[in-house]
């Protein structure tokens, strides 16, 4: 199976950068995903993760290294609407099946 | 305008009882997912299709069932087996299961208390 590890919750100032990391151990990696959750809502997609190296997107960037199992996803200029639970996510592909599995979460909280 | 849909938004049931979790999809996606989110847990996958009328248990199938007789529908029944079904209830799907493919789309999800 697999073990995502990533803090439970981070703090920061608006206007500052935030770096969440995502520790994991599987099997068969195919792909790491980055979401963004705000209370009550719907997960909604951020960012994706199959080769080592960083992707961005915007404001939202997402690094990947394979070999160390190790990913972050950072957000910088930060908002105050970026408050919201960001969700790692691994797939992973055994038994001749892709599965996804998800990380408990870090809550950001930006404060003015 | 394509998207997940889930109803009711909120849900009460008495314990003992039955009850179906409606997710609806127009985005002509093969893949389809049940997920369980509690407070300080990841999601967990309960069921998943990737085809009509075939689909998988996940992690916590147990006291839980599905159904895919169309592509568009995945309704999720919350039966009187499972122990503790208070709970956040996720409905995605996705184009595929690999590469981009597999990125999954949420409906805004089922909040489930069983009193």
């Known amino acids: 199976g697999q073990n995502i590890d990533q803090p439970t919750e981070m703090t920061a100032t608006e206007g500052a950068i935030v770096q969440i990391n995502c520790t994991y151990q599987?099997?068969?990696?195919?792909?790491l995903f980055w979401y963004q959750q705000h209370a009550g809502e719907a997960p909604t997609f951020l960012s994706y993760?199959?080769?080592?190296g960083l992707e961005e997107k915007g404001r939202f960037s997402s690094f990947l290294s394979r070999s160390k199992g190790y990913s972050y996803l950072l957000l910088k200029e930060l908002q105050m609407k970026d408050s919201a639970s960001y969700l790692c996510?691994?797939?992973?592909?055994?038994?001749?099946?892709?599965?996804?599995?998800f990380g408990a979460g870090t809550t950001v909280t930006v404060r003015a | 305008d394509g998207g997940i849909t889930q109803s009711p938004k909120y849900l009460f049931r008495k314990e003992g009882q039955n009850v179906t979790l409606s997710c609806e999809q127009n985005?002509?996606?093969?893949?389809m997912y049940w997920y369980r989110q509690d407070p300080g847990q990841g999601l967990r996958l309960i069921y998943y299709?990737?085809?009509?009328?075939?689909?998988q248990k996940g992690d916590i199938a147990e006291g839980y069932s599905v159904s895919r007789e169309k592509k568009e529908s995945f309704p999720l029944t919350v039966t009187s087996a499972q122990k503790n079904p208070t709970a956040f209830y996720l409905c995605?799907?996705?184009?595929?299961?690999?590469?981009?493919?597999?990125?999954?789309?949420f409906g805004p999800g089922t909040r489930l208390t069983v009193l």
């Open positions: 995605a799907s996705s184009i595929g299961t690999s590469g981009r493919t597999g990125e999954q789309f």
């Open positions: 599987t099997s068969g990696f195919n792909g």
């Open positions: 993760n199959v080769l080592d």
């Open positions: 996510a691994v797939r992973s592909f055994t038994s001749n099946d892709y599965k996804l599995s």
């Open positions: 985005l002509n996606h093969d893949a």
């Open positions: 299709s990737q085809i009509v009328n075939d689909f």
